[in-house]
């Protein structure tokens, strides 16, 4: 059997979009040079019960990304109220008083443009919290807004659609906080359902644990009173649950985030990043199952958590565990962006630099790689050629070099424009740098297992093939991902042999594929000699057989 195939590599100006996703030359260019334009830097500051959080972003306006520059967090329990009258405490307030005045510190060393601060439930609830406003304004002359239950949804689904694709698939975004419980329905276009729901980690445990470990019969008032408190905002989200659709569960904030860190302690695969991490509910009801027996000091001593999360780890994750119960969810995917994130998304929304969200959405993995490969000083052309020789081989070698149905086609495309970003620390073994940048760099839009496959598809794009004691293969999930990595690599360092030089030479590639051989014919730009590229090719022929069976040629026109 004989199948051949003639593909030419298209210039910067191509127009051509490749679905399903736009990875075209023109979607880089239309996204302006890596280091276009004047970073913009904006804050945004969380006045919580439990925390004051502080974020600074930079943002590229080519790009319409943003960087997180800075995050600070102070537990300043806001929520800690007066018992009697539900006010403030003074004690409380000096707290944030205090974090407030620091953080307005390093917000200006910072040269932030603007501090776009927001306070919660907490203020929102305590009679005394517009005169706390009024006084966060005189003493240190900033503007707090108070938002409400449903815009603190609001801004939760922004954040947390900064960061992940949704696709065509609605999303359940569970975020637990100190005094409150947001339940959001939403896609990529828009919320179905924003409810806000006053039970959170804090005022359970400052309403209802006496004792703790917390009496059995005493546990189970708790979960009828978090059902009871749960139901309508449950009853919304699955009314506007369409028959054929099945959600995905996403939780965010600290409640949801230790419980990761906690079931992640434990995971052989050695989990450095949270966001994307998925945890079932059979996971966390042992998770929970360990917790609600250990005293307080017990918990404190589980490196994840911090004092104060130590205290309230159970009531929040007995809401996180009913939560799923009442929506029959069995797996929750965590999300390291929220309110602070969606200030910032927000923020960009009223700038005009953002036109809207789905288009944002529809391009956030492309953006998401440009923006890293511009934070590493890649070489942008030379980046986007390897991308356009690896993307052509993918699509002419189905069969013969990868098996894969397309899930590995959008991984390729992201390692070639990220495989040499390593060379920004040393040229000798960069594919090794490339691979820890990379796997501590910042993917949005990708899974945790999609993000260590980008990782390691560049590692392998050169030198030795993939050991069992290299860390970079050991942390990929299971065997379909090693697979996927494997051909993918092989693609890349295909794509990668033939651009040795500064300036363009293969024009285009003729593809034939008879048995169990693969010629790949050459032609070049203005006449120019490819033995060079010829030489890398064939140095790659005893990879080919080993991995594929295949016998590699490569003719030069």
């Given at each position: 059997m004989q199948d051949e195939r003639v593909f030419a590599f298209q210039g910067r100006d191509s127009m051509a979009s490749v679905e399903p996703f736009d990875s075209s030359p023109a979607f880089s260019k239309k996204m302006g040079n890596f280091n276009d334009g004047r970073l913009r830097h904006v804050g945004a500051i969380d006045i919580g019960t439990?925390?004051?959080?502080?974020?600074?972003?930079?943002?590229?306006?080519?790009?319409?990304?943003?960087?997180?520059?800075?995050?600070?967090?102070?537990?300043?329990?806001?929520?800690?109220?007066d018992l009697e009258s539900g006010n403030l405490t003074d004690i409380a307030?000096?707290?944030?008083?205090?974090?407030?005045?620091?953080?307005?510190?390093?917000?200006?060393?910072?040269?932030?443009?603007?501090?776009?601060?927001?306070?919660?439930s907490a203020v929102r609830e305590a009679p005394n919290g517009r005169a706390f406003l009024s006084l966060v304004k005189e003493k240190l002359q900033l503007d707090v807004d108070l938002v409400s239950g449903s815009e603190e949804a609001r801004l939760i689904y922004l954040g947390v659609l900064s960061g992940m694709p949704f696709g065509d698939q609605p999303h359940i975004l569970l975020d637990i906080g100190g005094g409150s419980t947001e339940l959001i329905l939403a896609d990529c276009r828009d919320a179905r359902a924003l409810t806000s729901t006053r039970v959170g980690a804090v005022r359970l445990q400052q309403d209802f644990v006496r004792e703790d470990p917390?009496?059995?019969?005493?546990?189970?008032?708790?979960?009828?009173?978090?059902?009871?408190?749960l139901e309508p905002a449950v009853y919304k989200i699955s009314s506007r649950i369409k028959p054929s659709e099945v959600p995905v569960m996403v939780a965010t904030s600290g409640t949801a985030m230790a419980i990761g860190a906690l079931v992640?302690?434990?995971?052989?695969?050695?989990?450095?990043?949270?966001?994307?991490?998925?945890?079932?509910?059979?996971?966390?009801?042992?998770?929970?199952?360990?917790?609600?027996?250990?005293?307080?000091?017990?918990?404190?001593?589980?490196?994840?958590?911090?004092?104060?999360?130590?205290?309230?780890?159970?009531?929040?994750?007995?809401?996180?565990?009913?939560?799923?119960?009442?929506?029959?969810?069995?797996?929750?995917?965590?999300?390291?962006?929220?309110?602070?994130?969606?200030?910032?998304?927000?923020?960009?929304?009223?700038?005009?630099?953002?036109?809207?969200?789905?288009?944002?959405?529809?391009?956030?993995?492309?953006?998401?790689?440009?923006?890293?490969a511009q934070r590493f000083?890649?070489?942008?052309?030379?980046?986007?050629?390897?991308?356009?020789?690896?993307?052509?081989?993918?699509?002419?070698?189905?069969?013969?070099?990868?098996?894969?149905?397309?899930?590995?086609?959008?991984?390729?495309?992201?390692?070639?424009?990220?495989?040499?970003?390593?060379?920004?620390?040393?040229?000798?073994?960069?594919?090794?740098?490339?691979?820890?940048?990379?796997?501590?760099?910042?993917?949005?839009?990708y899974s945790q297992s999609e993000h260590l496959m980008v990782a390691a598809i560049a590692r392998y794009h050169r030198r030795?093939?993939?050991?069992?004691?290299?860390?970079?293969?050991?942390?990929?999930?299971?065997?379909?991902?090693?697979?996927?990595?494997s051909e993918m690599a092989l693609i890349l360092r295909l794509a990668s042999s033939m651009d040795q030089r500064p300036q363009p030479a293969v024009k285009s590639i003729k593809v034939k594929v008879n048995g169990p051989e693969i010629v790949l014919e050459?032609?070049?730009?203005?006449?120019?000699?490819?033995?060079?590229?010829?030489?890398?090719?064939?140095?790659?022929?005893?990879?080919?057989?080993?991995?594929?069976?295949?016998?590699?040629?490569?003719?030069?026109?």
């Open positions: 439990n925390s004051t959080h502080l974020l600074i972003a930079s943002i590229d306006p080519i790009l319409n990304t943003f960087t997180i520059d800075l995050a600070e967090k102070e537990t300043t329990r806001l929520g800690n109220r307030i000096a707290r944030v008083l205090e974090t407030l005045k620091r953080f307005k510190e390093l917000a200006n060393s910072h040269k932030v443009e603007e501090l776009v601060i927001a306070a919660t917390i009496p059995p019969a005493r546990r189970d008032f708790i979960q009828t009173f978090i059902r009871g408190s992640a302690s434990e995971d052989v695969n050695q989990i450095k990043k949270l966001h994307g991490y998925r945890v079932s509910k059979e996971t966390l009801d042992q998770l929970l199952g360990k917790l609600v027996k250990m005293s307080p000091e017990q918990r404190r001593k589980l490196s994840p958590l911090n004092d104060r999360r130590a205290e309230i780890i159970v009531p929040g994750g007995l809401i996180l565990q009913t939560a799923m119960q009442m929506l029959n969810v069995e797996e929750l995917t965590l999300s390291e962006r929220a309110l602070r994130e969606g200030l910032i998304f927000d923020w960009m929304l009223r700038q005009g630099l953002l036109k809207d969200r789905f288009s944002f959405q529809s391009s956030i993995r492309q953006r998401t790689v440009i923006h890293q000083a890649v070489d942008r052309l030379r980046a986007e050629r390897v991308a356009s020789y690896a993307l052509s081989l993918y699509d002419s070698t189905f069969g013969s070099l990868h098996n894969d149905k397309g899930n590995g086609r959008e991984l390729l495309w992201a390692a070639s424009l990220l495989h040499a970003c390593g060379q920004h620390i040393n040229l000798t073994a960069y594919h090794k740098h490339s691979w820890y940048l990379i796997r501590h760099g910042e993917l949005l839009g030795s093939l993939p050991k069992k004691r290299h860390e970079a293969w050991q942390v990929l999930s299971n065997k379909e991902n090693r697979q996927i990595v050459l032609f070049p730009v203005n006449d120019e000699n490819l033995g060079l590229e010829k030489w890398n090719l064939m140095n790659c022929a005893e990879i080919i057989r080993d991995l594929t069976g295949m016998h590699l040629k490569v003719l030069l026109n």
